[in-house]
């Protein structure tokens, strides 16, 4: 069974930076597309970033520009780079592994991201 838990979360100032981590387990690293998304309070659960197994990435048009998605294949574990943070940013922000093959989706349990002004 695939298990994602987030990591990094906190209070930061605007225009500060932070690092989400996701690890990994019970899957094949290489059969899955990676992302994060995340959900403000009275919203709907947005994607932020995505990473494929082969490496592409693609953004929203929020945080591109600030916002990086990496992995590392060998310690399973996916990343979100967040710098220029803004209020606006402030969400639970969630893992996520879609199977390449299918329509399968795992979610890790979150980590919140607050930003001030």
């Known amino acids: 069974q695939v298990q994602l838990v987030e990591s990094g979360g906190g209070l930061v100032q605007a225009g500060g930076s932070l690092t989400l981590s996701c690890a990994a387990s019970g899957l094949v690293f290489s059969n899955y597309n990676m992302g994060w998304y995340r959900q403000a309070p009275g919203k709907q659960r947005v994607l932020v970033a995505a990473?494929?197994?082969?490496?592409?990435?693609n953004y929203a048009d929020s945080v591109k520009g600030r916002f990086a998605i990496s992995k590392d294949n060998a310690k399973n574990t996916v990343y979100l780079q967040m710098n220029s943070l803004k209020p606006d940013d402030t969400a639970v922000y969630y893992c996520?592994?879609?199977?390449?093959?299918?329509?399968?989706?795992?979610w890790g349990q979150g980590t919140q991201v607050t930003v001030s002004s």
């Open positions: 996520n592994a879609k199977w390449r093959w299918g329509s399968r989706d795992s």
């Open positions: 990473i494929t197994s082969g490496g592409s990435t």
